[in-house]
């Protein structure tokens, strides 16, 4: 009986040690937990330079400023002057029987007067030029688009390259008021013009005076 107890007793603890061994998914979960309590993972500071506001955010004023700008007035404005020019050109090679996809241009002397070029004939440039010049609503209308044209390609130029990459402009940030009402179509020409003027020709790819704009009709750019 007492070799038959000892193996009973010794069979109960051997069971007793099974049940109380740690399981391999438990060794595994402390193995890779470590001693003590797992460390939380440090978190990002807001103060890491990595992740420090830049670009859009720090120029988010300048945007919003430019994208008050009604841009579609101002293309509405020049486009009339546009409309109005074109007209009259293809009414005056209508009127002189040439053909109309005749390639034409026009622009201002130094001392003003409308000059006319294109493939045209002499006598039918000459006419056409010295009608133009007696045409007063003509010679307004070229003397505002030479001005309201370039103001209003380099405006949106700036802001489609600032939506499409992000790039911010700093001579249109110049040209743009803090004050809306002040930021007519207008205003922004003589700032421009003034800017222009005083800085590097280059900067604003824009003719270095007002004399040299041309309108083109039936010409490709």
């Known amino acids: 009986?007492?070799?038959?107890?000892?193996?009973?007793?010794?069979?109960?603890?051997?069971?007793?040690?099974?049940?109380?061994?740690?399981?391999?998914?438990?060794?595994?979960?402390?193995?890779n937990q470590g001693p003590g309590?797992?460390?939380?993972?440090p978190s990002v500071s807001t103060g890491d330079d990595r992740f420090t506001p830049t670009g859009d955010f720090l120029n988010a004023k300048e945007q919003l400023k430019a994208q008050k700008l009604p841009l579609a007035d101002y293309k509405q404005t020049v486009g009339q002057d546009l409309a109005f020019i074109r007209e009259t050109l293809r009414h005056k090679l209508a009127e002189y029987n040439l053909n109309p996809a005749s390639k034409i241009s026009v622009n201002k002397n130094e001392g003003g007067r409308i000059e006319v070029g294109g493939n045209l004939a002499e006598e039918a440039r000459t006419r056409i030029e010295n009608d133009l010049n007696v045409n007063r609503s003509f010679a307004d209308a070229f003397s505002r688009l030479s001005v309201n044209e370039p103001t209003l390609h380099f405006m949106d130029n700036a802001l489609k390259l600032n939506q499409a990459y992000g790039v911010n402009n700093s001579l249109?940030?110049?040209?743009?008021?803090?004050?809306?009402?002040?930021?007519?179509?207008?205003?922004?020409?003589?700032?421009?013009?003034?800017?222009?003027?005083?800085?590097?020709?280059?900067?604003?790819?824009?003719?270095?005076?007002?004399?040299?704009?041309?309108?083109?009709?039936?010409?490709r750019a």
Do not use: C, W
């Open 172 to 219: 249109l940030d110049t040209l743009i008021s803090e004050n809306q009402q002040f930021n007519g179509l207008q205003d922004l020409v003589h700032r421009y013009d003034t800017l222009r003027r005083s800085a590097r020709t280059d900067q604003f790819n824009v003719a270095e005076n007002r004399s040299t704009y041309a309108f083109n009709l039936n010409t």
């Open 1 to 31: 009986m007492s070799l038959l107890s000892s193996l009973i007793q010794a069979g109960t603890r051997f069971q007793q040690s099974l049940e109380n061994r740690p399981t391999a998914k438990g060794m595994n979960e402390q193995k």
């Open 37 to 41: 309590k797992a460390e939380a993972a």
